[in-house]
């Protein structure tokens, strides 16, 4: 046994119990010490020298600070290098679980605990602490170069800007995911100012998603929407935020404005959803703003999921109105909105069956035809 090894114990056991105070401080308010005090109890019992906890809460990572100097350490072994949306489509998934002190798995998560599970589970292997993942990848200068997938630091109550104590996963428009402190659940958060940036991807241009069952019991998504790499966080959002499948938003976007933002239909639908003036309005939002128009159409879709229980007819509001569909009992016989409906279902790999009942008029006259929320509007045959 050297001097330096007793001493390097010496401060690793200095900073758990340091991190444990600031830990004890951040639960004091809700008084919920249990989760606090069962994971300082796992870490103080494990072996003397094992990594620990690197979070906001948690206790510093490293005997002492390291300096991040040029030396950057590659990620280990040959690995595969996840897009852009499937590492933000990985961290999604655990949105609401709750932050856990040393926490490693989906049962409860610290910061660093979520980060190194999150890349884990698409093939690349990081280091356990916060502190020893800030000098993974590559620095990135500035929050406006930042892209989705790129680690984002903060000193953190047990932390300092050259060994932060906390991270997060940037998705993009100035949001990351994290799991934040003791008390609260992994959940979307602002990046604010963070410390330092890394990048562990490589730049990626566009993805695609699978995506789950849509609701309303059809059939599970067979094929995939290219989606642009700026806007795939935005669709991961939205559909963790409505619970409206992320394929469904994306395939939308896809038939309503081939993800064109600036996209205006000869009828005046507006921006990348193609929202309807009157519609946007309504909602409050800003049709050629992407955060705000892909908020909105998930909104919509979430509403008519939850009042037609088929994804058809849920379609064929968003392009028809929902008076029309409530008129013939499912998708109308407008010949616009049978072929709407039938192109996403067929992107989604679903049968492009439209029809769910019969009409009750197959000649409604001007005034029964309902102008829909989305591209060209419900023109009857």
């Known amino acids: ?40 109890l796992a870490v103080l019992a494990s072996p003397i020298g094992s990594a620990t906890p690197g979070a906001a809460t948690g206790p510093a990572a490293s005997p002492s600070p390291r300096p991040t100097g040029s030396a950057t350490p590659a990620l280990s072994g040959s690995q595969p290098t996840p897009s852009a949306a499937s590492v933000v489509n990985e961290a999604q998934q655990f949105l609401g679980v709750p932050y856990l002190w040393g926490g ?62 906390h991270v997060g996963i940037y998705i993009g428009n100035g949001q990351m995911i994290d799991a934040p402190y003791t008390g609260a659940d992994v959940q979307i958060d602002p990046v604010g100012t963070p410390v330092a940036i890394r990048r ?3 730049p990626q241009s566009a ?24 806007l795939a966080p935005l669709f991961l959002a939205a559909a963790a935020k409505y619970q409206v499948p992320v394929a469904v938003l994306t395939a939308m976007a896809q038939q ?54 088929s994804l058809p007819a849920a379609l064929a509001a968003y392009n028809a ?15 616009q909105t049978q072929t709407y409906v039938s192109e996403i279902l067929t992107r989604l790999g679903q049968a492009p069956t439209t029809r769910t009942a019969a009409p009750l008029s197959t000649t409604p006259s001007l005034a029964s035809r309902q102008v829909g929320v989305s591209q060209n509007t419900a023109v009857g045959p």
Request: glycine share 12%; with cysteine.
């Open 321 to 335: 109105g929902a008076a029309a569909v409530e008129r013939y009992g499912g998708v109308p016989p407008y010949a």
């Open 256 to 309: 309503e404005s081939a993800f064109t933002t600036t996209a205006v239909s000869s009828a005046g639908a507006e921006g990348l959803m193609q929202l309807m003036p009157q519609t946007a309005s309504s909602l409050g939002i800003d049709p050629f703003n992407p955060v705000q128009a892909i908020d909105g159409a998930a909104q919509l879709m979430s509403g008519y999921l939850k009042q037609f229980g």
């Open 207 to 230: 993805t695609t998603f699978a995506g789950p069952q849509a609701t309303g019991g059809t059939a599970t998504p067979s094929t995939s929407a290219p989606v642009p790499s700026a």
């Open 1 to 40: 046994m050297t001097m330096s090894a007793v001493e390097g114990w010496m401060s690793e056991i200095q900073s758990t119990m340091s991190g444990l105070g600031a830990a004890l401080s951040a639960a004091a308010p809700t008084g919920n010490f249990a989760s606090v005090l069962s994971s300082a």
């Open 200 to 202: 562990v991807l490589s």
């Open 104 to 165: 490693t798995s989906p049962s409860g998560f610290d910061c660093s605990g979520l980060v190194q599970y999150v890349y884990g589970k698409l093939g690349v292997s990081l280091p356990r602490t916060s502190q020893e993942q800030a000098l993974v990848g590559t620095p990135v200068a500035s929050l406006a170069q930042a892209q989705p997938g790129d680690l984002v630091f903060y000193a953190g109550s047990d932390g300092t800007r050259s060994a932060p104590g």
